[in-house]
């Protein structure tokens, strides 16, 4: 039976056909903001580049062997996956297909059998089939593979507690609190845990009861909110993780247009988990901001104090990888794409990773993060120097300075507060 409101329309996300309900509007290139705004129905087109990053890390693992041994399979999984975008993405984006188990699960079974239909009606044809292994509680699995993604209709925190994966993608609806746990603990001896958060008034501080209820923290809507959300998010984490015995090291942190994406790796060790709360601590806000284990001042916090990134990782996410991999072909592009279309969604690709790989270096270690718009009323200048100039002279003194993924003009540096006061001013 064909799903209601089928076929709707094609629109091409990456390399990936996807079909949008006749009533969705042809997304805009670049689309930002919750799915209300950009366009309702089962796919939020705001959330592609979360999906490209998603499809270029698992590229990475598989391409350089850090999440395991080569050769081997990587069960993967996207809980909460609606229409399916992600796990086909996967499925039809990275390479050697032989070395992934791709399940994708949903609740809604509308949303589940219009990316069953779509994975149906765009077959990839290249032979990877695979049987799923027994359940912990069920002795013979379901053959639900088609053309190599595992298709399931159920409750997620189910499903994580009766398999496990290496790879979660937890994308709800709001805050992710509630799957936390039950990831955490399906997470094989090591793996990857990917988790958007869009309850950025909580996560940012502005709805306080709600900061507090969900990850016990207190905000500061200021210029660091958006640093603030990320680490809270990853502190989280960091303390859920502990309590299965497992460390976390994040691989990629950010804070993109409306919602906290972090991927983090996640090993089996009692030893690291046991000093989970090393990197835990306040943001006091103090010309401009130190962190410390206990709040004082004017605080945010708990939260993550550590790095963001891992620098090799997040190193290798350049605009031309993400190019090679994720840019629409000739054989790709839907029948009524123009040449605008095609240039438009490439800059999108382009977008998804910009200052990822030039930021790497400094946000895998300790800095000092700038605001663009604070450091002018700091350093008492009217015209606040341009990117270039700041980093040009951040640079003749000896100092790394990137400009970051944020929803503000922000850079990274490793130089002290009052030589970046210094440089503003000398700057011209
Ligand atoms: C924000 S959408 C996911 C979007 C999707 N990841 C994408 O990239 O298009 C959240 C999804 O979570 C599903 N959901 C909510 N609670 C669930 C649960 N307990 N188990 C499985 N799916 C659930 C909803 O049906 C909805 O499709």
């Known amino acids: 039976?064909?799903?209601?409101?089928?076929?709707?329309?094609?629109?091409?996300?990456?390399?990936?056909?996807?079909?949008?309900?006749?009533?969705?509007?042809?997304?805009?290139?670049?689309?930002?903001?919750?799915?209300?705004?950009?366009?309702?129905?089962?796919?939020?087109?705001?959330?592609?580049?979360?999906?490209?990053?998603?499809?270029?890390?698992?590229?990475?693992?598989?391409?350089?062997?850090?999440?395991?041994?080569?050769?081997?399979?990587?069960?993967?999984?996207?809980?909460?996956?609606?229409?399916?975008?992600?796990?086909?993405?996967?499925?039809?984006?990275?390479?050697?297909?032989?070395?992934?188990?791709?399940?994708?699960n949903d609740l809604d079974s509308d949303a589940l059998s219009w990316g069953m239909k779509s994975h149906e009606t765009h077959p990839l044809n290249d032979g990877i089939h695979w049987i799923p292994e027994p359940s912990r509680f069920e002795a013979k699995p379901k053959d639900s593979v088609k053309d190599g993604i595992q298709w399931i209709n159920g409750d997620a925190k189910k499903l994580m507690v009766e398999a496990p994966f290496q790879w979660i993608d937890l994308?709800?609806?709001?805050?992710?609190?509630?799957?936390?746990?039950?990831?955490?603990?399906?997470?094989?001896?090591?793996?990857?845990?990917?988790?958007?958060?869009?309850?950025?008034?909580?996560?940012?501080?502005?709805?306080?009861?709600?900061?507090?209820?969900?990850?016990?923290?207190?905000?500061?809507?200021?210029?660091?909110?958006?640093?603030?959300?990320?680490?809270?998010?990853?502190?989280?984490?960091?303390?859920?993780?502990?309590?299965?015995?497992?460390?976390?090291?994040?691989?990629?942190?950010?804070?993109?247009?409306?919602?906290?994406?972090?991927?983090?790796?996640?090993?089996?060790?009692?030893?690291v988990a046991s000093n989970w709360n090393e990197h835990i601590g306040y943001r006091i806000r103090s010309s401009p901001y130190h962190f410390a284990s206990q709040p004082s001042g004017e605080f945010s916090g708990p939260m993550w104090t550590g790095p963001l990134f891992d620098c090799d990782i997040a190193g290798r996410m350049t605009v031309e990888r993400a190019i090679q991999l994720c840019a629409g072909k000739e054989e790709d592009y839907p029948d009524d794409w123009t040449d605008y279309d095609i240039e438009h969604s490439k800059r999108e690709i382009e977008r998804s990773v910009r200052h990822i790989s030039d930021s790497a270096e400094l946000l895998s270690g300790k800095h000092l993060l700038v605001p663009i718009d604070s450091l002018g009323i700091a350093a008492g200048i009217g015209q606040i120097p341009s990117m270039k100039k700041l980093k040009a002279g951040l640079e003749d003194r000896g100092f790394k300075m990137a400009q970051c993924h944020m929803p503000e003009p922000m850079f990274a540096t490793d130089a002290d507060w009052d030589t970046v006061i210094d440089v503003a001013k000398s700057a011209k």
């Open 171 to 271: 994308d709800p609806f709001g805050s992710p609190v509630s799957f936390l746990d039950t990831a955490i603990q399906s997470i094989s001896r090591i793996g990857v845990l990917e988790v958007t958060a869009t309850d950025t008034a909580a996560l940012c501080g502005s709805a306080k009861t709600s900061a507090s209820r969900r990850y016990g923290s207190v905000g500061i809507t200021d210029a660091y909110m958006h640093d603030d959300a990320t680490r809270i998010l990853l502190g989280v984490i960091a303390r859920i993780a502990a309590m299965h015995d497992k460390s976390m090291h994040p691989i990629l942190s950010l804070f993109d247009g409306h919602h906290v994406r972090v991927s983090v790796l996640l090993r089996k060790s009692k030893e």
């Open 1 to 104: 039976m064909e799903p209601e409101g089928w076929p709707g329309h094609i629109w091409l996300e990456g390399r990936t056909s996807v079909h949008l309900k006749d009533h969705q509007m042809r997304p805009s290139h670049m689309p930002r903001g919750p799915a209300a705004k950009t366009g309702e129905g089962f796919l939020n087109p705001a959330m592609a580049p979360a999906r490209t990053r998603s499809v270029m890390l698992l590229a990475d693992a598989i391409e350089n062997n850090w999440l395991v041994p080569e050769e081997k399979i990587i069960r993967v999984l996207d809980a909460l996956c609606a229409t399916g975008v992600r796990p086909r993405r996967w499925r039809k984006e990275v390479p050697r297909q032989d070395r992934l188990r791709i399940t994708a």
